[in-house]
């Protein structure tokens, strides 16, 4: 006996209709387990993929820095070839200029650093000096002289450990120099050859809407960096002035290093200021006999950089730089993680890339708080 329903008597566009599934047609659900595991899977990849950073961090932070150096220098290399002359030819030479820079300015900082680390003994021994009987005054840290002279801070450790600093440096001269080299290459090749890598990345994709996607991500992310940096390089500038001044009139000794000091590391957010204010503090500590007057520079352009910061910085970027700084604490922890120093100085460039691919992607999220500095 045939268990199907006869279908015979009923009009045609009834019978021509599927028979209709149990439930509301949204198809089986997913057990816990299930979302269970998809989330382990994104969790292996994450642990993976992030392992796999860490490993090549050789390779992949000078690569990863001439890609973001050549869409800044996107608009130069473009002029260049207004100008007449090839694409590869105008990478090699703005590949040169950025390295020459680089030279130049690593080179200004040796010989200063030089001479600091030689009176460093000397140096922490008259800031803890001076520091000292205002932090015995404070009970619960049970901080003593004999405890500061005996421990890792006092000047007999720090010549103890002069050795040990000196072979590490010497360690990584070579492979920094070759992660030069993979950058100055990276760099140059990156400009030569940006357009056709950038019609490739467009053509890959088959329809004509996601290709429109990928020509505007494109576009926000060389023009987010391109302004970030125009307007960051103007404003880190007038902190490293303010920051020459201060020294100067502060009566700290060699106020041009003081003053390049602040400007490369205005770069990194927070730990930037962070670290410049507390290097002005000890500065100032060791020039002055008074701890009131040593501190005042650092005190001075802790309140100059927090003007700028909350006043100028806002009106220059604008809100298409505004991202959550939240986020962008987080990103340099964890690229400074990654790739050191060089990986603090990513951190806000990448965070910009991320946001304007967001941004363009779901532009109905566009909420951004205030962009640090």
């Given at each position: ?129 001076r520091v000292l009987p205002y932090i015995e005054r404070v009970k619960w840290l049970h901080i003593s002289e004999a405890s500061l002279r005996g421990g890792p801070v006092s000047a007999e450790a720090v010549l103890q450990n002069t050795g040990a600093i000196l072979t590490a440096i010497a360690a990584g001269v070579t492979p920094a120099l070759l992660q030069g080299l993979i950058f100055f290459v990276a760099l140059a090749l990156f400009l030569g050859s940006r357009h056709s890598l950038r019609r490739g990345l467009i053509i890959a994709f088959r ?167």
């Open positions: 006996m045939n268990d199907r329903p006869d279908i015979r008597h009923l009009p045609k566009a009834v019978a021509l209709q599927p028979p209709r599934r149990k439930g509301r047609g949204r198809g089986p659900r997913r057990s816990a387990l299930d979302l269970a595991e998809s989330w382990a899977v994104i969790g292996i990849f994450a642990i993976l993929t992030t392992g796999g950073i860490y490993l090549a961090a050789a390779v992949l932070m000078p690569v990863t820095l001439a890609v973001v150096v050549g869409l800044i220098l996107g608009a130069a290399a473009d002029r260049l070839g207004r100008l007449g002359i090839p694409p590869m030819l105008a990478g090699l030479i703005l590949a040169t200029i950025v390295v020459t820079v680089l030279f130049v300015g690593a080179n200004a900082l040796v010989r200063p650093l030089g001479h600091f680390a030689e009176e460093a003994p000397r140096v922490i021994e008259s800031a803890v000096e329809d004509r809407r996601r290709r429109l996607a990928a020509i505007h991500v494109l576009n926000a992310i060389e023009a987010s960096l391109g302004s970030y940096f125009a307007a960051a390089t103007l404003l880190y500038g007038l902190v490293g002035g303010a920051m020459t001044v201060i020294a100067l009139l502060g009566g700290l000794q060699m106020p041009l290093l003081w003053g390049l000091l602040a400007f490369i590391s205005s770069y990194v957010p927070f730990l930037g200021i962070t670290v410049t204010t507390f290097s002005v503090a000890v500065g100032g500590l060791v020039t002055h006999d008074s701890v009131l007057v040593g501190l005042a520079p650092a005190m001075v352009f802790f309140v100059v950089h927090g003007l700028i910061e909350n006043f100028l910085t806002p009106a220059v970027m604008g809100r298409r730089l505004e991202i959550n700084p939240f986020v962008v604490f987080v990103a340099i922890v964890f690229w400074t993680w990654m790739w050191g120093a060089v990986g603090a100085v990513l951190a806000l460039p990448l965070s910009l890339i991320g946001m304007a691919i967001l941004d363009e992607l779901v532009p109905e999220h566009n909420v951004h708080p205030k962009l640090p500095g």
